[in-house]
């Protein structure tokens, strides 16, 4: 259902886009959202968008430097990292969910349907 890639190594202050691709269900028709995983850790939102419209929102450790961005004819939701730093690297998954969510549900992985796989982002000089 959900395919993410353009993960790679990257030095500090670097960017990179991560791509994320839906079949079987438009993306335009789903919330989008980009969480991360370090070793060790639980899984952290990074990111949404809204289902329907451009409504975006962030987790404040990427305020500023990472933006979502969607494109409904190819039906794939983009992450934009600038900037980045080490604290950034972690295994980064796209997530899908066709129900409405209150707004906190937006930062629980549990609240989607669809998870694409791991896509791995290394910062390291």
């Known amino acids: 259902q959900l395919q993410a890639s353009g993960g790679g190594l990257v030095q500090p202050g670097g960017s990179l886009r991560l791509s994320c691709s839906a079949s079987?269900?438009?993306?335009?028709?789903?919330?989008m959202a980009w969480f991360r995983q370090a070793p060790g850790k639980d899984r952290e939102f990074v990111g949404r968008?809204?289902?329907?419209?451009?409504?975006?929102a962030y987790s404040d450790s990427v305020k500023g430097r990472f933006t979502i961005s969607r494109d409904n004819g190819r039906s794939m939701v983009f992450l934009q990292m600038n900037n980045l730093e080490p604290e950034d690297s972690a295994d980064y998954y796209c997530?899908?969910?066709?129900?409405?969510?209150?707004?906190?549900?937006?930062?629980?992985?549990?609240?989607?349907?669809?998870w694409g796989q791991g896509t791995l982002v290394t910062v390291s000089s």
């Open positions: 997530a899908a969910s066709s129900r409405p969510l209150l707004s906190t549900d937006f930062y629980d992985p549990l609240s989607y349907d669809y």
């Open positions: 968008i809204l289902r329907g419209r451009n409504t975006v």
């Open positions: 079987g269900r438009a993306a335009r028709d789903m919330t």
